[in-house]
């Protein structure tokens, strides 16, 4: 079975604050790959990062960062100094490998005030 | 357009009346797939087209949804005899061939039934 869990409903933080948003998966599928996407208020669902099961290393791209750990079964998200702009909703998703369908958390709604 | 995309962006129909979705792939992608989004339920997976294999239709949540992709391009999402639980924002996504391709959604329809 496949799963994904964001725990954190709702996270407010005032700009230019860090802050982390956490997933944790669960498969039993050697292969694998995970997935954040980004929702803003206009509704579409952007990607942002794919990473495969085999492929630990950690990546950065400008103020976003993803720490991948397969002995915690965890893909967090972390986005520094945020913006206004990055308030959205954000799902972390799973494909297992054999599959073609995506296994969505239920989504972190993140606000972030001026 | 490079992106996937949908019409209508707005649906509002009566309770027991049939309705449409379509959705636009991006060229070349010869995988798509149809999700929905409501309050209550977060993302679901509902149907999944790959090349000329039969469909992934475990998703699908009764009888009165189908969906079809011709000449493995456009798809169209067809829900019979509407009901109110039934209105949701659907949203479709398509991808290169491979599962461990990214999915790139669509704008979405936004379905009201009333």
């Known amino acids: 079975a496949q799963k994904v869990t964001q725990a954190q409903t709702e996270i407010s933080v005032v700009e230019k604050e860090d802050v982390t948003l956490d997933c944790v998966y669960e498969t039993r599928d050697t292969t694998y790959y995970l997935f954040w996407y980004k929702q803003p208020p206009s509704g579409e669902l952007v990607f942002l990062i794919r990473?495969?099961?085999?492929?630990?290393q950690n990546e950065i791209s400008g103020r976003y960062s993803w720490n991948f750990q397969k002995s915690t079964s965890s893909f967090n998200f972390t986005i520094t100094a945020s913006q206004v702009v990055d308030s959205a909703v954000y799902f972390c998703?799973?494909?297992?490998?054999?599959?073609?369908?995506?296994?969505f958390g239920r989504g972190t709604q993140l606000t972030v005030w001026p | 357009g490079a992106g996937v995309s949908q019409s209508p962006s707005n649906k509002v129909t009566e309770k027991g009346k049939d309705v449409e979705l379509r959705c636009d792939p991006i060229s070349g992608h010869t995988a798509l797939y149809w999700y929905r989004q409501s309050l209550g339920q977060g993302l679901e997976f509902l149907i999944y087209?790959?090349?000329?294999?039969?469909?992934?239709k475990s998703g699908l949540p009764s009888d009165r949804f189908s969906a079809e992709r011709t000449g493995g391009s456009v798809s169209t999402l067809t829900i019979q005899r509407t009901q109110q639980e039934d209105s949701a924002v659907y949203l479709c996504?398509?991808?290169?061939?491979?599962?461990?391709?990214?999915?790139?959604f669509g704008p979405g329809t936004r379905l009201l039934v009333l």
């Open positions: 087209f790959q090349g000329n294999s039969a469909p992934d």
């Open positions: 990473r495969n099961s085999f492929d630990e």
């Open positions: 998703a799973l494909r297992g490998s054999t599959l073609g369908r995506l296994y």
């Open positions: 996504a398509s991808s290169s061939a491979g599962n461990q391709e990214t999915q790139y």
